[in-house]
């Protein structure tokens, strides 16, 4: 038989297509890639989130000069104050979560699941651009752009962390069982997500940020009237008003400026989860591993206790034994 090994451009006609692509994003994503984009997007949130404080700062100004009303202005301060400890916050945690990331392990029977998960990764990421785009430049809401790149590049990190499984401490082993494959599916997945907390938040931050200074920008020169079917509700401090009770010479500029805080709300919300991801993440990791300590504990009880009357019932055979034996 002849056991010649086949041409290298045989084998690879005779590979999936899917596992070319894989093994090719090993070689031109590895761990060193990983920690690099890591720390790029550690860094853009955290000088992303400086500005957005900056641009509150300006937004809250312009909004209440215009509307006469100083609750903006106090709103926007209260907010700062709050995404400066959020950021110091979420520093902290973050560098927590990633010690605490590093020093776990699991392992899985095969790399199946993890490849299939990059996979849909990229698929996510690809349709998730066009399709958002597309919608954003159908109906001219170009803001959509901005969800639509975050997917694309946090579903992309996402399957690069997937094939490169040492990085997150995952290891192959043929020998799991179907229970602990099950339990390192799921660590995975909670370690990924953990792993790819900078990402989100750098991406996050991005979109935040870019949304607040086009509220900015309709703040300073507002639109002449909001558009049709625009009718969200403002707050004047003591409560919600509709855009009939808007009474007094700066209620045609409150109108105007309509666009502007529904963009600025929207903003804020992406801002204020962004800051406080690191933490949200920190905890949940925290519950998810002491719920599986948990878990395996319990698991294991009968398993203690048949040992534990085993042993109990050899103790008791050889104190019968040496009771039997003639003096």
Known sequence: VDQTPAPRRVRLLRRHPFDVLLDAMRRLFPEEFIEATLRLFATVGTWGLYGAMALWLLFSVVVSLRSGSFFELWAGLLSVVLLVILEYAG???????????????????????????????????????????????????????????????????AAIMAVNPDWLSVTVAPQTTPGQELVGIVSFLMKLGAGIVPVVFGAGVAWGTLELLYACFLAIAPPGEPPAGFAPQLSNGRGLIGLGELQGPAAPDTIRMLPALEVASRARTVLFLMAALPVLMYFAFLFYYLALDVLQAVLSLPLKLDRLATSEGRTEREADAEDDLPT
């Not at 996979?119 to 996510?124: D, E, K, N, P, Y």
């Open 91 to 157: 520093r902290r945690f973050g560098r927590a979560l990633d010690h605490l990331n590093r020093a776990t392990s699991t392992h899985v029977a095969s790399t199946a699941f993890l490849d299939c998960f990059a996979l849909f990764g990229i698929l996510i990421a690809v349709v998730g651009l066009i399709g958002l785009g597309w919608i954003a430049v159908r109906i001219e809401a170009y803001l959509w752009m901005f969800p639509a790149a975050m997917i694309f590049v946090v579903c992309l990190a």
